[in-house]
């Protein structure tokens, strides 16, 4: 029989753990039945009334990094795109890379002229003569939200630009919808607003089954802050000089080697970048 414990969230509220729900994220991260019922097992022995929630992702994330780096990864994605801060760039560079894979000419960080005024867009979308303005709303708290006042703001904004860029006689394309993507997620009422005025709205859990985390888990687009073989200072001298996304690393010796790691930790690195990318990075 499971432990009834009731665990502490991020947020300071109580509830209780859910060993179902934990199962269902080890699989999700790819561990197999056996590594699963290990680890939860191991969870089961340790946990208490008012453990958080935060040190019980560490320790099933320690024993899925000790048995699968792979699955670890996998697991560790939603801190990994935290990781990517404290600016937003970073974030706004994996969802041009994720449109880019889903067969759209992306150009990130682009000012376009509205009707109005003009408008920095963070992600600028083409793809069969249709354009598409997408703001992207990065947050370093897993416990922010973005309410219905950001997409009345973004839609604002995609309105003036929209009634720019149509009654230019210049442009070829047509600019269809505004977008909003976080890493978080939405209000009710903001994701009733997206409904309402058209706007597309992707966070981290939606569209069901075909948010954030969903995206790039059937894309294998995972950022450089889920790999286990890098520590937390590597992986920010990644981003600094541009390098976001773990496919970038498939054969790039050259960019492991600029900030210092040894031949050794090159291959290792290397190894499970091949294996996170499911050996197709290079494509």
Request: aromatic share 8%; proline share 2%; with cysteine.
């Amino acid at each position: 029989m499971e432990n009834q414990v009731y665990i502490k969230k991020s947020n300071g509220d109580t509830e209780l753990f859910s060993f179902k729900k934990l199962r269902r994220s080890l699989q999700s991260a790819g561990a197999n039945q056996d590594m699963i019922e290990t680890i939860v097992d191991k969870i089961q022995g340790q946990i208490y009334d008012g453990m958080s929630s935060n040190a019980i992702y560490r320790k099933a994330f320690s024993l899925l990094k000790d048995t699968n780096k792979t699955s670890a990864s996998r697991y560790s994605l939603k801190r990994a795109i935290f990781e990517l801060g404290p600016t937003g760039y970073p974030f706004e560079r994996l969802i041009g890379a994720l449109l880019k894979e889903r067969g759209f000419d992306t150009k990130v960080s682009v000012t376009l002229q509205g009707a109005c005024v003009t408008h920095e867009i963070d992600v600028l979308a083409e793809k069969d003569g249709n354009v598409y303005a997408i703001e992207c709303k990065f947050h370093s708290d897993a416990r922010a939200t973005s309410n219905v006042k950001i997409p009345l703001y973004i839609n604002s904004r995609f309105l003036d630009i929209q009634q720019q860029w149509n009654s230019n006689p210049k442009n070829t394309t047509h600019l269809k919808q505004g977008w909003l993507v976080t890493n978080t997620r939405f209000t009710e009422d903001a994701v009733n607003y997206g409904k309402c005025v058209g706007l597309t709205l992707m966070s981290w859990d939606y569209p069901k089954d075909n948010g954030l985390k969903a995206q790039i888990d059937s894309l294998a687009l995972y950022p450089v802050t889920a790999l286990t073989t890098l520590n937390k200072r590597e992986k920010h001298l990644l981003i600094e000089t541009d390098v976001i996304l773990v496919k970038e690393l498939f054969n790039a010796t050259d960019k492991l080697k600029n900030i210092g790691l040894s031949d050794r930790k090159i291959q290792r690195v290397l190894a499970e970048v091949k294996q996170l990318c499911r050996l197709d990075c290079n494509e």
